[in-house]
């Protein structure tokens, strides 16, 4: 039962990415909104200390921007799914050891 | 509100990192004390669902977007530590795969969100179910999901003055004002979800049982 409940909560998620995330709103956040209205945003013109995969939720090798992003965003949903369960199933683990050892 | 690389001068996105690091280790070891079999799915499901709703930008006024932070959620469905490791793992993600907020500023962006954010919009909630009454759940929840928004936003601004990069008499009020609009879309998306799962299994919700208990 919570298996099956919390596969229909990951499949929402992953629904979310592939049919919502093309078309949300592609104008500038909170705080892009603040520095290009207090004249610091070509502070972030620099070169990023790391060059990532996906810059910008955006799939390379895709030519439609849409698709692209849908990809994107399933790619980095189940990926967040993984590495936070894979978190969370280290963290019971090492729990599980401090009882066994315990006296 | 990712910072970027760039916005931050060095002394302060390294005691951010920091304080950060700190905070992630601390969450970690809470985290692992209260980690039980159902717990695992639920935090993995629950920063995937967070990373899909992040993607997701609403229009909040002419030229503005803003989206879901997810902290006051995350706290909510599993406390305050385990919501800002689940925080955590997402803006880790996005920084090193989508270039989502810079890699200098993570140590900010991880404080801002997932320290801020996450276990102060916690410790909002939990104060404002005490004032509001135990009973009245999605209403400490909506307000603490606006607050947590505010809060996160005005931290950004303050390490914004401190690196020099915008005077806090600038920053401060522009972050807050605009974030006070972003965090209604917080808010809504917030008791939303919320309420789905306390209709249909209350059970998982950390902190409503805890409060019941």
């Given amino acids: 039962m919570d298996r099956k409940y919390m596969f229909i909560f990951l499949l ?10 093309p078309f949300a709103s592609s104008w500038p956040d909170g705080l892009e909104r603040v520095a290009e209205d207090k004249g610091f945003i ?62 | ?18 304080v950060a690091a700190g905070g992630i280790g601390y969450s970690l070891r ?16 629950m920063a995937a669902f967070i990373f899909a709703a992040q993607m997701l930008n609403f229009p909040v006024m002419g030229g503005t977007s803003g989206h879901l932070l997810g902290g006051v959620l995350a706290a909510v469905m599993l ?9 955590s793992v997402v803006l880790i993600v996005q920084c090193l795969i989508f270039q989502d907020g810079g890699l200098t500023a993570l140590g900010a962006n991880i404080l801002n969100m997932a320290l801020i954010g996450t276990v102060g919009g916690y410790y909002i909630y939990s104060g404002l179910r005490k004032i509001v009454g135990v009973e009245r759940f999605l209403l400490a929840v909506v307000l603490a999901s606006w607050f947590s928004v505010v809060l996160a936003s005005c931290a950004c ?12 008499g600038i920053a401060l009020p522009a972050m807050a ?7 209604i879309g917080e808010a809504i998306i917030t008791a939303l979800v919320t309420s789905f799962v306390l209709k249909t299994r209350p059970d998982l919700i950390y902190t409503y049982r805890s409060a019941e208990a």
Avoid: C, Q
Wanted: no cysteine.
């Fill in chain 1, 12 to 21: 929402a998620a992953i629904l979310l990415a592939l049919v919502l995330s």
């Fill in chain 2, 79 to 87: 406390g305050p530590y385990a919501g800002a490791v689940t925080i």
């Fill in chain 2, 177 to 183: 004002g605009v974030h006070a609009l972003i965090g």
């Fill in chain 1, 42 to 103: 070509e502070k972030g013109h620099v070169k990023p200390a790391l060059r990532s995969l996906v810059p910008d939720y955006i799939l390379l090798g895709i030519k439609n921007k849409k698709v692209a992003t849908a990809l994107a965003g399933v790619l980095g949903t189940l990926l967040v799914f993984g590495v936070a369960y894979g978190l969370a199933a280290l963290l019971r683990a090492a729990k599980g050891d401090r009882k066994r050892s315990a006296p």
């Fill in chain 2, 157 to 168: 601004a303050i390490e914004l003055a401190i690196s020099g990069t915008s005077p806090l």
């Fill in chain 2, 30 to 45: 809470k985290t692992a004390r209260i980690v039980r079999d159902r717990f695992v799915p639920l935090i993995g499901t």
């Fill in chain 2, 1 to 18: 509100m990712h910072i970027p690389d760039g916005f931050l001068a060095t002394s302060t996105w390294i005691p951010a990192w920091i």
